[in-house]
């Protein structure tokens, strides 16, 4: 069964530092999210991206994000200068919006940020 | 206050037992989903609704949509230790549907 796959599945960063967090979304997907869950906490939306642009993005979008699809499969989340409260699980997801409106999102296992 | 509110936010239950979760939403939404997620883990997709659908299931699971109330429920049947998780649902907004918008969740422990 296809799947969402993400990598790394855990990094450790230092305060300040860069960080990229890589997802391959099921190929014949045309629609790519990311979302963030601190612990404990609910699954929050950050962005989503569809043709090569964000489509939508929440408040906690702000500027020290960003997207890119960079080959045709790959599609990643940046973080420019990290901060303590980044520290999150972050979940990428992809759905084919073709099933509207039965679209569905496939999520990955998620990548465990740690800032430190 | 939010899109999707889960309750209760913690149910605990003897293995066996049925379990009850409930959901409210506050817009028009194109369908709902139920995923679960295990302690620290990925987010499983178990089911989806569509806004004209009142009732659906999928093997011990059984979700149902009120959308006059604005609300859903999801039913696990025969419950087991496995069956240990978060419970959320998802909401994709109608006229909005570039995101999916998680409730909080609700914790069940299903004792043994």
């Known amino acids: 069964e296809p799947e969402v796959t993400q990598t790394p599945s855990h990094q450790v960063t230092q305060m300040g530092q860069e960080v990229i967090l890589r997802c391959v979304p099921i190929?014949?997907?045309?629609?790519f999210y990311w979302y963030r869950q601190i612990l404990g906490q609910k699954v929050e939306f950050l962005v989503s991206?569809?043709?090569?642009?964000?489509?939508?993005k929440s408040e906690i979008f702000d500027d020290q994000f960003s997207v890119e699809r960079p080959d045709g499969s790959n599609f990643t989340l940046k973080i420019r200068s990290t901060k303590l409260e980044d520290s999150a699980m972050y979940f990428c997801?992809?759905?084919?919006?073709?099933?509207?409106?039965?679209?569905?999102?496939?999520f990955g296992q998620g990548t465990r940020l740690t800032v430190v | 206050s939010q899109q999707g509110e889960e309750d209760p936010q913690a149910l605990s239950i003897q293995e066996g037992e049925n379990a009850t979760m409930n959901c409210s939403y506050k817009?028009?939404?194109?369908?709902l989903q139920w995923y679960r997620q295990n302690s620290g883990r990925g987010l499983v997709h178990l089911i989806l609704?569509?806004?004209?659908?009142r009732e659906k299931h999928s093997g011990r699971l059984r979700v149902t949509l009120d959308t006059s109330k604005k609300s859903s429920s999801l039913l696990i049947t025969a419950s087991r230790a496995a069956d240990t998780a978060s419970y959320f649902c998802?909401?994709?907004?109608?006229?909005?549907?570039?995101?999916?918008?998680f409730g909080k969740g609700t914790r069940l422990h299903i004792l043994p």
């Open positions: 997801a992809s759905s084919d919006k073709r099933q509207y409106p039965n679209t569905e999102a496939f």
């Open positions: 190929s014949n997907h045309l629609y």
């Open positions: 991206f569809y043709n090569n642009e964000i489509s939508e």
């Open positions: 817009t028009s939404i194109n369908n």
């Open positions: 609704i569509r806004s004209n659908e």
């Open positions: 998802a909401t994709l907004i109608m006229n909005r549907d570039d995101k999916i918008i």
